[in-house]
């Protein structure tokens, strides 16, 4: 696979070659959506060319901001009928270029979608719109003690839309599992204007033969255009702690890790800083004194406070015995916060301290993490592209982030390879391409290598079921599907 | 038969202690699976009987009692060896727990009930084996077994409870079945949690174990959490035998008296359930007549997937 074909659309930084919407459909969908809104200025598309991807740029053609559900539908229909090519967008937040007008057209944004319709407490169940921020669902749930744990980084800003369209998932995922694991049902318009329910609050087929949901959810807005959920709700966590520990070396903190995911008390989380992701973090202002050179590791269990407190001194001792330099724990909500804010801040500080960052995804089998760290740094050092490291170690979802300058074509090339080395080692290792940020147009080069020839044809099917043409989404998780 | 070109792809017989997976023949039986998987201090919770295979249980039913904590068999296979109608066998899913990489055929394919192809092997999701066990029945009027079960599936120690099967039987009792691995040493946190909640509604704990009716159920339900009982009751009432609501995930298997088949009820529970989304599947079910609609795109899926 040559460097070239590692992105499938040219991506387009300013207006040159953008077609404007022929001012006959533009005014249908201003006509459409009687209190919504439809930007087509330079200066308004602009903020809508890219995802959590910020150096690869495709600018839309124009953007509809329905006003509600049944004017989403209403422009749903209406692009359908004019053939012409859209894609769904939430908050943007998507790290695989998923939200994105790769083939150009019109984006959608749903982010005024923003009802959470209902918090069932008896049948533990929630129903909200597509456009309903994930955090603003957690804080309604907190109230009533409910929990819907899938909890990408971010929560704060991203649409339940969007996650369900990636799958998302997050920190607590090694226990609490995914987005997909919590979708009871989804309603959604499909390309022929049809409106379809699939499950509901009994999170089964409903009046389908098949389970058409499991299809739709992680099918990264090729399928169909989300209006609503039916999201499974659990008992929130009677008590949380937190642990921090530090190691030496990797195979330490492996060893920690792999002891921790057998462990009975199934811990929530397992996450992991490299020496280097400690360096960018205690080099900066946010510095929260972490030994540098050094491995942390994170870890919660949560659940009954009688249950978890009699678990809390096994946790250490098993810290320990792997060969951790220190161990930190706190049940206190403040306490358990300076825990956690090393890895929270790392992020930011990747935008801080380097003009344009990669974070890649994909997730290996847990024995070979400190294998394929070795691999990660030594491709990276010799490419001279600075790489952190903090991830999902408990799922062996890596997340390593490349730094570089966008602007200058070497690195970029550089890291192109870097994501293709990556990707083919972790294929090489029984991994797989994405855990929970999805394919998007950044990896489906390397869909045809990790599926082979039939799986990818028996994957191609699905989206010729329900959108053969390609014209909603067109260009992401396979590079063959370019709207004609 | 013909394989993948890349046979490499295809998941082989496989223990894996450190990720906590396994892959077996879809034939293998529980019980064997649960003795594998014991010998590396593991287990695979979702087990309705032993005696069964894994294939058979796909079946027949999509959650098992134990999913009350791991949710249903889609969330506990992560992978398959799957043959489609022209004999081709493809791997789809994966090895490793988390997993967004294109569509989720998996979870489409796993109870589609033989129209798309079969599988031929399944890639596990292992849990740890804690070395402890707490299990309980209480008897006692329905309002007290009500209330148990609702302190049960109202606080985070559902999350560490294996399975709350509420057992109707043709009687017209019921008793309520709590059942959970757990660590060594732990099993007195766990009774003692569970004796609280029992003494506060008036239940007495009940010696007799063993209520869970041999076999996989002829009827399994998907519904709500709270509609469950009422169906367990009416399947129960019009027609005898056994009901067990797996209490935490809407869900009823039905085990009817040897010989016996309803006859009109069906249609109707049908109807309720998917309206709610749920469905019914198992031997009893009757097979599902899809609209047009869905006709279209399994046309498309069949015409596509049989020449490959």
């Known amino acids: 696979m040559g460097i070239h074909s590692l992105t499938n659309a040219e991506p387009r930084r300013t207006a040159c070659g953008r077609k404007p919407l022929p001012a006959d459909v533009a005014l249908r969908i201003v006509i459409t959506m009687p209190t919504g809104r439809l930007l087509t200025s330079e200066a308004q598309l602009t903020g809508y060319e890219a995802d959590g991807i910020s150096f690869k740029h495709f600018r839309p053609d124009a953007v509809a901001i329905p006003g509600n559900a049944a004017e989403l539908i209403a422009v749903v229909r209406l692009l359908s009928r004019e053939a012409i090519p859209f894609t769904i967008r939430g908050a943007g937040t998507s790290l695989s270029g998923g939200a994105v007008a790769a083939q150009g057209g019109v984006v959608v944004h749903t982010s005024r979608l923003r009802k959470i319709e209902e918090i069932n407490s008896l049948g533990m169940y929630a129903v909200v719109e597509s456009g309903v921020v994930l955090g603003h669902l957690e804080k309604s749930l907190a109230a009533q003690n409910l929990y819907y744990p899938p909890d990408p980084s971010s929560g704060a800003a991203c649409t339940l839309g969007g996650n369900v369209a990636a799958n998302a998932g997050g920190v607590h995922c090694f226990r609490y599992g995914v987005t997909g694991n919590y979708v009871l049902g989804v309603e959604a318009v499909l390309l022929d204007g049809q409106i379809v329910r699939f499950g509901g609050p009994a999170g089964g087929r409903g009046k389908w033969r098949d389970d058409w949901k499991r299809l739709f959810v992680g099918s990264e807005g090729t399928l169909g255009t989300f209006t609503r959920f039916w999201l499974r709700l659990i008992p929130r966590p009677e008590c949380v702690w937190t642990f921090r520990a530090t190691y030496p070396d990797v195979d330490s903190a492996s060893a920690a890790i792999q002891r921790l995911g057998c462990h009975p008390a199934a811990p929530a989380a397992i996450e992991l800083m490299d020496p280097r992701c400690v360096a960018m973090v205690e080099n900066s202002p946010m510095a929260v004194g972490l030994p540098r050179g050094s491995f942390v590791l994170l870890t919660e269990i949560d659940g009954p406070a009688a249950l978890v407190a009699n678990r809390v001194s096994s946790i250490e001792t098993l810290l320990r015995e792997a060969g951790a330099s220190e161990v930190s724990y706190s049940d206190h909500p403040g306490k358990r916060g300076e825990l956690w804010r090393a890895r929270k801040v790392a992020g930011g500080l990747m935008g801080q301290i380097s003009p344009d960052w990669l974070v890649q995804d994909a997730v290996i089998p847990r024995a070979h993490l400190a294998t394929v760290l070795g691999t990660i740094y030594a491709q990276a050092d010799a490419a001279g592209i600075p790489v952190v490291n903090v991830f999902h170690a408990g799922d062996g979802n890596l997340h390593p982030s490349f730094l570089f300058d966008s602007r200058i074509p070497a690195q970029r090339e550089a890291v192109e390879q870097l994501s293709h080395g990556l990707m083919t080692r972790v294929i090489e290792l029984g991994g797989t391409l994405s855990g929970e940020h999805g394919i998007g147009n950044d990896k489906a080069a390397y869909m045809e290598t990790f599926l082979g020839s039939v799986g990818k044809a028996m994957q191609l099917g699905v989206a010729h079921a329900f959108n053969p043409r390609h014209q909603l989404n067109p260009l992401k998780v396979f590079p063959e599907r370019r709207f004609a | ?308």
């Open chain 2, 1 to 308: 038969m013909k394989t993948d070109s890349d046979r490499s792809r295809l998941f082989q017989p496989f223990i894996d202690a450190t990720d906590m997976v396994m892959c077996c023949p879809a034939d293998a039986l529980l019980g064997d699976i649960q003795q594998e998987a014991a010998g590396h201090g593991l287990r695979f919770p979702l087990v309705c009987d032993p005696a069964w295979s894994l294939q058979a249980h796909v079946s027949a039913v999509d959650y098992a009692p134990a999913s009350s904590r791991f949710g249903p068999y889609v969330d506990n296979v992560l992978g398959m060896n799957w043959e489609l109608p022209s004999g081709r066998v493809v791997r789809v899913g994966e090895r490793v727990i988390k997993s967004t990489t294109g569509y989720d055929l998996l979870r489409f394919l796993l109870h589609s009930d033989g129209r798309y192809g079969r599988a031929r092997d399944y890639v596990l999701r292992l849990r740890p084996l804690g070395g402890g066990r707490m299990s309980a029945t209480l008897g006692g009027d329905e309002e007290s077994l009500d209330r148990v079960r609702s302190a049960l599936l109202s606080t985070s120690w559902i999350h560490w409870i294996d399975a709350v099967t509420l057992y109707v039987m043709q009687s017209g009792a019921a008793v309520l079945h709590v059942d959970t691995d757990c660590a060594a040493g732990e099993e007195a946190i766990f009774e003692g949690h569970l004796d609280a909640v029992r003494r506060e509604a008036g239940l007495t704990k009940e010696a007799r174990s063993g209520v869970h009716p041999d076999g996989l159920p002829a009827l399994s339900v998907k519904t709500t959490v709270p509609a469950a009982k009422g169906i367990a009751r009416r399947l129960v009432e019009e027609n005898g035998g056994t009901a067990a609501v797996l209490c935490m995930n809407g869900v009823v298997h039905y085990f009817p008296p040897a010989g016996r088949r309803p006859v009109s009820f069906e249609g109707r529970l049908a109807e309720q359930c998917e309206a709610d989304g749920g469905h019914l599947m198992g031997p009893w079910a009757e097979p599902f007549r899809a609209s047009a609609h869905e006709m279209m795109w399994s046309t498309t899926l069949e015409t596509t997937w049989k020449n490959l």
